[in-house]
């Protein structure tokens, strides 16, 4: 697990060789963080960074054999190890020594420490390579969460401040911010620091008071006041959005992305398709998607197919009326919110 490996590192237990395998970037950069951090206990770290997209492995192990001059171990960091993953015959950009690589991994030199990094979904388990590079370095898996392995993650990170989150409080902050675990990490820190020694719970409450939200998120916040029927709240984070310089034609082609991923959802969800299953299939974070499958029997599909007609409407008349383009999609809530009350279509 990583949490243990990140233990053993702070105590001073750290490998010659390490594989980051994942596309969350927030476990990977941690890592070598932790790394840094703890090489430079005993003076200044010798660092080197290579891009093996760029440059031949065998420059890596190169370094990595050279001995140290300012440290007892310095840090290779190898980025991009795409050689790990399948490819087409031919089509490799760098010629990659794997044989000597593959020596090399049977007896790494104790003076450097080297962390390859693999920033992709699966590698090519047929290839002896990556056998062997799993059996001989210490795996970190930097896998996206699922639904309820990031709410016990900010939990956890809520309690390295001496704090607890509500799991509703947990909800807002994603549904806010995002699923980003570097911003999460961030404002679970600041909220902490802001509530000092005194309250140990961050609530709902404190989550919209102090996080701060993204376009996509202020979006779908407006998308979801419209839909639930709330257009003095939809039409308050339109305001808010014109004050910040956004664009009409930017926000009405953000709804219509936002209503398509909703009904791609809610279409997988009918074959019967469960939340994990559809994140993958739509590339698409689980926690995100778990949320919008708990407001499915919420929102008709058909009325998210009405919507999405009329932004269609609404983005051809930005786009060839002059005048006041902020109030077009002003009046597209307001008129709908009008035939909303005067009965079904």
Do not use: C
């Amino acid at each position: 697990m990583i949490t243990s490996i990140w233990k053993a590192i702070r105590s001073g237990q750290i490998d010659p060789v390490y594989l980051a395998v994942g596309t969350e970037s927030y476990f990977i950069e941690k890592t070598v963080d932790l790394l840094k951090n703890k090489l430079t206990d005993g003076g200044e770290l010798e660092l080197s960074i290579f891009d093996l997209d760029e440059v031949p492995v065998d420059l890596v192990i190169e370094e990595a054999d050279t001995i140290p001059f300012f440290s007892d171990r310095k840090l290779i960091i190898a980025k991009n190890a795409s050689f790990l993953k399948a490819a087409e015959r031919g089509k490799e950009k760098i010629d990659h020594d794997l044989k000597m690589l593959e020596a090399w991994l049977e007896h790494p030199p104790s003076g450097s420490v080297t962390i390859f990094v693999a920033p992709y979904e699966k590698l090519d388990e047929r290839k002896k390579v990556t056998k062997l590079i799993k059996q001989k370095a210490v795996l970190v898996e930097a896998k996206a969460l699922q639904a309820q392995d990031l709410e016990v993650w900010l939990d956890h990170e809520a309690r390295n401040f001496g704090k607890r989150i509500r799991k509703d409080a947990a909800q807002a902050l994603v549904e806010m911010a995002g699923t980003n675990l570097t911003l999460l990490s961030s404002e679970i820190e600041k909220m902490s620091l802001y509530l000092g020694s005194g309250d140990e719970e961050i609530t709902v409450r404190l989550v919209e008071d102090m996080t701060a939200r993204t376009l996509e998120q202020d979006a779908f916040k407006m998308l979801q006041s419209y839909l639930d029927g709330d257009i003095s709240g939809a039409l308050s984070v339109y305001y808010d959005l014109l004050r910040q310089k956004e664009e009409p034609v930017a926000l009405t082609a953000l709804l219509a992305s936002q209503i398509r991923f909703m009904v791609h959802v809610f279409y997988l969800q009918k074959k019967g398709y469960h939340a994990q299953q559809i994140s993958k299939q739509l590339k698409a974070h689980p926690y995100r998607v778990k949320l919008l499958v708990e407001k499915r029997q919420q929102i008709p599909e058909k009325r998210l197919l009405e919507v999405l007609n009329d932004l269609a409407d609404i983005d051809l008349q930005l786009k060839t009326v002059s005048g006041n383009r902020e109030r077009i999609l002003e009046f597209f809530l307001m008129k709908r919110n009008q035939r909303k009350n005067a009965g079904p279509n």
